[in-house]
């Protein structure tokens, strides 16, 4: 399993510097959130152990929180010490995926969609800074996730 230091680096390491902003604290909790949430559904499984808590701002992992903070609002520079080699095929392609539908999107409004969608929802409403829990988003994404095989 990953840790979501490691979904965050993969973020961060895949952006194309010279024709993309870099990636902000916001925008890559909100990546590390669906990335989460959708592999959950996909796979029964979660893609890291670290929780994801209900903030004011939308979902976030506390610990990546704190490590990238330094930043605010500013983008956060390619990690240099990165090892593309722990990360399989299919999680590669996952997080590829991932980052093909939501990468295109300001972190503002990533927090826009999170606000709407029920893990957070549920959750920030009757705790705020509560842990929002894998099934909750395990039940969430797997109403988004289409079923290959009526296609």
């Not at 916001?26 to 808590?53: N, S």
């Not at 701002?57 to 390619?78: C, D, F, M, N, Q």
């Amino acid at each position: 399993m990953y840790t979501c230091q490691d979904i965050a680096k993969y973020f961060l390491a895949i952006v194309d510097e010279e024709s993309e902003e870099l990636i902000c604290n916001l925008k890559l909790q909100k990546l590390v959130y669906y990335a989460q949430g959708f592999h959950l559904a996909l796979y029964d499984k979660p893609l890291f152990e670290e929780g994801i808590e209900a903030w004011a701002h939308g979902p976030v992992a506390p610990a990546l929180y704190r490590e990238y903070k330094t930043y605010e609002a500013s983008g956060i520079p390619r990690p240099k010490d990165i090892d593309f080699s722990k990360y399989d095929d299919e999680t590669r392609e996952f997080l590829n995926t991932i980052y093909k539908i939501f990468g295109q999107y300001s972190g503002w409004k990533l927090r826009e969609f999170t606000h709407g969608e029920s893990p957070w929802k549920d959750t920030y409403t009757k705790e705020p800074s509560g842990t929002i829990s894998l099934e909750a988003m395990k039940e969430h994404f797997k109403t988004r996730v289409v079923d290959e095989k009526k296609h």
